[in-house]
């Protein structure tokens, strides 16, 4: 997509880096050799507003609050609520609004992400800038800078609108949070194509970025809204995050729950009043009893407790949930789209292979850190046998401005090139010491890389009256200076077209190139100029293969996606053959077939919906092409999770299903605008997250499929009740316990369940698969069905043995709840056997929820206080006996059941 730019209110659009740079400031009516006018720097301050972006609309407070409440099964809640303050049970009602209140609260607080995401950007603009106005330079703030405005840039700024560039010296700027390029780009004044994608827009600095390498003058294109970091704030703002799968599933099930709910118990009011001719008011009653029993009132705050499990337990393993259904969401995941820089690879360069003139030497161990060594045909090598090896390393670690050190965290950092930090590396992998080499051989002179020499050299005095001079650079222009070349101990003349072979096949690779060599310096000079570096006679050393390597654990971490049904696609601003090399150290399923960011821009949405799924590397790819292939999968009915870490990843992270940031190196609107943050910056955390999210589901459809059949079981009895004429078997006192207290226990212990054994050997669920599928709608109907059966059964048994009202009633709470105890047992694995869950005894907090609600039933049944609060009686031995004889009826029943379909 092409930055473009109106000059003024009627004028043309203008590809600013397809535009000559004299063009450029007379277009915008720019002085280069005074500035702008203080008279014409207000009026375009007037015209065109303060270089910043705009603060979004933003919702108050209250209505924040109050649309927490706009939910179906909320509703559903909060008519569990009503109906229990007009029963006059006070602390029930208190307990069902507390839970929606504080529902409420957690969503106030976790609401606004894409605020923050927007803060987060207009964070990333520079605060200071050099501009020159009226014939001076002057330190302003950056928000007054406008088009026009001629801006000064040295190594360590932060750019602060887009520049047009019209004057560059050894310019390199680090774009790798807007474009994801690894490596700092060099920059030069010469237009390029009108079509070229924003990584290869070399005569532009852009809002956001930072040098880090030389200098450069440019003039202002554009500012605010119109720089390409404010296009990604205004597509942020412009992005609709998407429901997760379980809260669209749960909006369906609350809206057939609520409607077959009042369904049900209107036919059972209608039904008494005309058939059974009750009373009005007796059946209202009855009815309200009816809708009380079937509403799982505790159903929501298991699902969030659950929810709030799972996001302890992925912290645990570095990641942080920032919204609490994204951890379900995790676990349906059908598409992970991955930036790769800094996400599956370090963003830190790393030397990869030395050729040498005897042969191709491999190198171990990944980014700064000095660990790894040097192999040949896979066998290892002493260095301290290799002298030309710590030659190299000499060479490489002298001619050389950068600087690594370890930090509080025991981790590398580099000050400097990335480039020269993997220089730095690969001397100390050579056994070499920096500080004493520094001082055996200091430096007295440098010629800086510039990009119209393509080199850098360093001038070196040993202490005993010689002079080295150290070259490195691109590999065809350092060979142009070579006339030897060093094989082992010995020099011989160059052979080019070994070396071009070579370099071929690494860059092939996707590897950056980078050639060192030397010359000794007989005339020990004191200066050192191009003059003394172009006649040439140097001896080549070595040509190095540099690249920002895949971590080694992120190889395996898709090889666990892959296992599990998930695709994994890499969205990259690098080039194509850099991404297609990654690709395939990665192993990702189709590496041959790379989509560039020119060819998405030829795509309309609905080719390139068509054409996404079969590609999964997308190189020199926009922010704009980012949030377009997310949207492309989704309209796939793909289950999207995107992962990155820079600017230019927000607006796809926002849009994803599940976006996921890097918490190290991410930049703030990334971490903000995503669900989920990696505290180790680890592609391997996303599919533990996964594992976990695929848990976390399992064991909500678990928490479901136990509660729903109590509430199927008790509204059954009392419509049973109202058909038959029979006295209700429970009251809605009674009813409202058996809920609460099977959530406040019993159902809590399944958020703790561990994963199932094949969890990531499943291919991801269907997003249209519904909450309860035919077999769950099934299982929770049949044991139901149990549960009518048993609790029906024992109190038309006590009261055919003459037992009162009461202890009937007090059998019939009892028996469905320890029915439920041992269907607890059956539930930890839905479709397989108890035995295969490490016993009956494998989750110690069944265990510990048993032992609750057998301590909480015993005061139901037993303290007088609670007798007379819900109606109950004492139970004697044989009561017990019974009741625990339909708890194991159950247990085997659906023991059984689960037997007969596997067969099946």
Known sequence: MNVRFEPDSVGEAVDWHACPGADAVARLDANRGRGLSAAELEHRRTRYGPNALPSPHRRGPMLRFLLQFHNVLIYVLLAAGVVTTLLGHAVDAGVIFGVVLINAVIG???????????????????????????????????????????????????????????????????EAALTGESLAVEKHITAVNANAVLGDRSCMAYSGTLVVHGQAVGVVVATATRTEIGRISAMLDEVQTLSTPLLRQLAGFGRVLTWA???????????????????????????????????????????????????????????????????????????????????????????????????MLAVSGVGYAPHGGFSRDGRELDVLEYPLLQRVGRAALLCNDAALALDDDARWRLTGDPTEGALLTLAAKAGLDAAFEREALPRVDVIPFESEHRFMATLHHDHRGGGLILLKGAPERVLSLCATQREGAHERALDPGYWHRGAERAAAQGMRLLAIAERYDAERRHALDFDDVEPGGFTLLAILGLSDPPRE????????????????????????????????????????????????????????????????????????????LVKALQAQHEVV??????????????????????????????????????????????????????????????????????????????????????????????????????????????????????????????????????????????????????????FLWELARGAGLAAARTVTVNAILIGEVFYLFNVRSISGSILNREGMLGNRYVLYAIALLLLCQSLFTYLPAMQLLFGTEALGPDEWMRILVFGVIVLLVVEAEKVLLRGR
């Not at 606004?112 to 050099?130: C, F, H, N, V, W």
């Not at 297609?580 to 030829?602: D, F, P, S, W």
């Not at 505290?679 to 533990?688: E, K, L, R, W």
């Open 108 to 174: 106030v607080i976790q609401e606004g992400k894409a605020e923050r995401a927007l803060d987060a950007i207009r964070d990333m603009l520079s605060p200071q800038a050099q501009v020159l106005r009226d014939g001076h330079r002057q330190d302003v703030m950056a928000d007054t800078l406008v088009p026009g405005d001629i801006v000064f840039l040295v190594s360590g700024d932060k750019v602060p609108a887009d520049l047009r560039l019209l004057e560059v010296r050894s310019l390199r700027i680090d």
């Open 553 to 628: 654990e992120a190889v395996q971490a898709v090889a666990q996606c892959r296992s599990a049904g998930i695709r994994v696609k890499m969205i990259t601003g690098d080039h194509a053959v850099t991404a297609r090399a990654i690709g395939r150290q990665l192993g990702l399923a189709a590496v041959e077939h790379v989509i560039t960011g020119v060819e998405i821009e030829q795509l309309d949405d609905a080719q390139l919906a068509r054409v996404v799924g079969g590609v999964d590397i997308f190189a020199r790819a926009s922010p704009a092409h980012k949030l377009r």
């Open 261 to 359: 709910i009042l369904g049900i118990a209107l036919a059972a009011y209608v039904f008494g009043v005309v058939v059974r001719g009750y009373a009005s008011g007796e059946m209202f009653l009855a009815a309200v009893g009816l809708a009380v029993a079937a509403i799982p009132e505790g159903l929501p705050a298991i699902m969030n407790i659950t929810l709030a499990i799972g996001v302890q337990a992925m912290a645990r393993r570095n990641a942080i949930i920032r919204r609490l259904p994204a951890v379900e969401a995790l676990g349906s995941v059908t598409v992970i789209c991955t930036d790769k820089t800094g996400t599956l690879t370090r963003n830190e360069m790393t030397v990869q292979e030395v050729l040498l003139g005897d042969g």
């Open 641 to 794: 999770s995107m992962t990155g870490d820079g600017i230019n990843d927000a607006p796809a992270l926002k849009r994803a299903d599940v976006g996921v940031a890097m918490g190290r190196k991410g930049t703030e609107a990334a971490k903000e605008a995503a669900e989920m943050v990696l505290a180790d910056d680890n592609f391997a955390s996303v599919a533990a997250a996964v594992e976990e999210g695929r848990r976390v589901y399992d064991n909500l459809k678990k928490a479901i499929v136990f509660i729903l059949p109590t509430n199927i079981g008790q509204g059954a009895m009392v419509l049973a009740a109202v058909l038959l004429g029979l006295t209700m078997p429970i009251t809605p006192a009674q009813i409202l316990w058996v809920n609460m207290i099977t959530a406040v226990t019993l159902s809590l212990a399944l958020a703790f369940e561990a994963p199932e054994r094949d969890i990531m050997l499943r291919p991801p669920r269907s997003p249209s698969e519904p909450l309860l599928t035919r077999f769950l709608v099934w299982r929770i109907v049949f044991v139901g069905a149990l549960l009518v059966a048993g609790g029906m059964g024992l």
